[in-house]
């Protein structure tokens, strides 16, 4: 309620009479005082009583705008602003600052959606129909609705609206207009927020408030030029964590230590975001506690993701170290325009993790990066995840051994390896020079026999021939015969 007082300021001398009854001298009269024309009254001492009228009325504006396209499921390119365009089918999410009462906006939603928009601006083969209208608090839940579910007494507790939600379906789309907008879903939504009428605000303020507001028939929402469509994704086939299991390959221990791994498998087939460094494991999840100073991932199939611990300490003082039991697996949530965080403050929504030109991000360039399913049209993973299964290590074969001992024995085990291989190397060298000189030998046995051969073949051949000793030069004819 809003009243006014006169000052009362007993320091000031004003005219009238003074507590005798004594009429003040006209010279000592403070000119700030409050009394009637004949100067005979005391200062007024009156309070007005409760203020009328109003201090001029708002009409609602548009905030924010949400395309949500139904008709992308199974596509392969994900969602974006600008491969996903407006379509027949399309949801357009309207949101007001500052919203409406429940009143008023139950008397919006009965006006005739001619009147709502301006269809020059669309052209006429353009049809869209008003499917709902929300009051919606800062976490995107619908107001009127938790209203009529709690005692009257408890509504301020559950805070007030922040937004007035318009939910528009495409029904039809004009080729006039996807051409003039050469199918720009920026710019398609620029006609359409251009195309909201104020007449239908301001007729229902004036029958809520009992005011008379005046708007040009065909005067717009307002400047929208630096409202730019924001994406929702489906919240269907969003990826969630069903089961973590830590493993340890080498089962030197049974504490958390380097080489452990992590085996986390998804509900559904993923886009399988890039996981090979600590810095991308570290846009998608965080883990509590610390995993340490290095590790990364590999994805073992489109469902199954591989943490591999590769340095175990941590910064952190006394930082504490990670068990089944009180491991703590969180997704990151994610940017508009690679610059402002999706969170109650930037937008009013229920499924934040849907919101975005890149929910299922994985460019290089991108502050976080989303686990979506295969075909990037879900929303974002974004459930916790806390009951961990399996160990680090386990106690069978560990025997407690103090730490100087560990770190001689596992020496010993490296100076072992190294022994053993140069030993292998040895041999190794040994069994070829054997190998070679084995060749030799033999080549020169088989020359040998070869020669001797040879030499047998030669003095056969001489035996056979006839002797040619002690026959006289002269003979010319082969003896007679008897």
């Given at each position: 309620e809003w009243r006014v007082s006169v000052t009362q300021d007993t320091s000031r001398v004003c005219t009238g009479f003074g507590p005798n009854h004594q009429r003040y001298d006209d010279s000592s009269i403070d000119t700030n005082c409050l009394f009637n024309v004949a100067l005979t009254s005391s200062h007024s001492d009156s309070i007005s009583?409760?203020?009328?009228?109003?201090?001029?009325?708002?009409?609602?504006?548009?905030?924010t705008a949400?395309?949500?396209?139904?008709n992308i499921r199974g596509g392969t390119e994900g969602i974006s602003s600008s491969t996903q365009p407006i379509s027949v089918g399309s949801l357009i999410k309207v949101q007001l600052?500052?919203?409406?009462?429940?009143?008023?906006?139950?008397?919006y939603c009965q006006i005739n959606i001619n009147e709502i928009l301006n269809i020059q601006?669309?052209?006429?083969?353009?049809?869209?129909?008003?499917?709902?209208?929300?009051?919606?608090?800062?976490?995107?839940?619908?107001?009127?609705?938790?209203?009529?579910?709690?005692?009257?007494?408890?509504?301020?507790?559950?805070?007030?609206?922040?937004?007035?939600?318009?939910?528009?379906?495409?029904?039809?789309?004009?080729?006039?207009?996807?051409?003039?907008?050469?199918g720009n879903?920026?710019?398609?939504?620029?006609?359409?927020?251009?195309?909201?009428?104020?007449?239908?605000?301001?007729?229902?303020?004036?029958?809520?408030?009992?005011?008379?507001?005046f708007v040009a028939p065909d005067a717009e929402v307002g400047q929208i030029g630096t409202i730019n469509?924001?994406?929702?994704?489906?919240?269907?086939?969003?990826?969630?964590?069903?089961?973590?299991?830590?493993?340890?390959?080498?089962n030197f221990d049974d504490v958390y230590s380097n080489f452990d791994v992590l085996r986390i498998t998804f509900s559904v087939e993923t886009n399988q975001p890039a996981v090979g460094s600590k810095e991308e494991l570290d846009k998608i999840f965080v883990f509590t506690p610390s995993l340490g100073v290095k590790y990364l991932g590999t994805w073992e199939t489109s469902r199954v993701l591989l943490v591999i611990?590769?340095?175990?300490?941590?910064?952190?003082?006394?930082?504490?170290?990670?068990?089944?039991?009180?491991?703590?697996?969180?997704?990151?949530?994610?940017?508009?325009?690679?610059?402002?965080?999706?969170?109650?403050?930037?937008?009013?929504?229920?499924?934040?993790?849907?919101?975005?030109?890149?929910?299922?991000s994985t460019s290089a360039t991108a502050i976080t990066l989303g686990v979506c399913d295969s075909t990037e049209t879900s929303c974002r993973a974004k459930t916790p995840f806390t009951s961990f299964t399996g160990n680090f290590g386990t106690a069978e074969g560990v025997i407690e051994t103090p730490v100087g001992v560990i770190a001689g024995?596992?020496?010993?085990?490296?100076?072992?390896?190294?022994?053993?291989?140069?030993?292998?190397?040895?041999?190794?060298?040994?069994?070829?020079?054997?190998?070679?000189?084995?060749?030799?030998?033999?080549?020169?046995?088989?020359?040998?026999?070869?020669?001797?051969?040879?030499k047998q073949k030669a003095l056969s051949e001489q035996q056979k021939k006839p002797s040619m000793m002690g026959i006289d030069e002269s003979w010319k004819s082969p003896p007679t015969m008897p």
């Open positions: 009583p409760v203020a009328t009228g109003d201090w001029g009325v708002e009409l609602p504006s548009v905030s949400i395309i949500q396209n139904l600052r500052e919203p409406f009462s429940s009143k008023q906006l139950e008397l601006r669309i052209y006429a083969g353009t049809r869209m129909e008003l499917i709902s209208c929300s009051n919606l608090l800062n976490d995107g839940t619908n107001a009127d609705q938790l209203y009529s579910e709690k005692p009257e007494s408890s509504i301020s507790s559950l805070g007030y609206p922040m937004v007035s939600e318009l939910v528009f379906e495409m029904i039809s789309l004009d080729p006039r207009f996807v051409e003039e907008t050469n879903s920026n710019l398609m939504l620029s006609s359409i927020l251009l195309a909201i009428r104020q007449a239908p605000f301001a007729s229902v303020v004036e029958a809520t408030l009992n005011v008379v507001i469509p924001i994406m929702e994704h489906l919240d269907v086939d969003t990826p969630v964590v069903v089961n973590a299991i830590a493993q340890d390959p080498d611990i590769l340095d175990s300490s941590r910064p952190e003082v006394n930082g504490t170290v990670p068990t089944v039991d009180n491991l703590k697996l969180e997704f990151l949530p994610n940017y508009l325009n690679n610059e402002t965080l999706v969170n109650s403050s930037s937008i009013t929504s229920e499924r934040l993790h849907c919101i975005g030109d890149n929910v299922c024995v596992t020496v010993g085990i490296v100076v072992v390896i190294i022994i053993l291989a140069i030993i292998i190397i040895i041999l190794l060298l040994y069994y070829c020079y054997k190998r070679v000189q084995e060749k030799r030998d033999r080549d020169k046995a088989l020359a040998l026999v070869r020669s001797w051969k040879q």
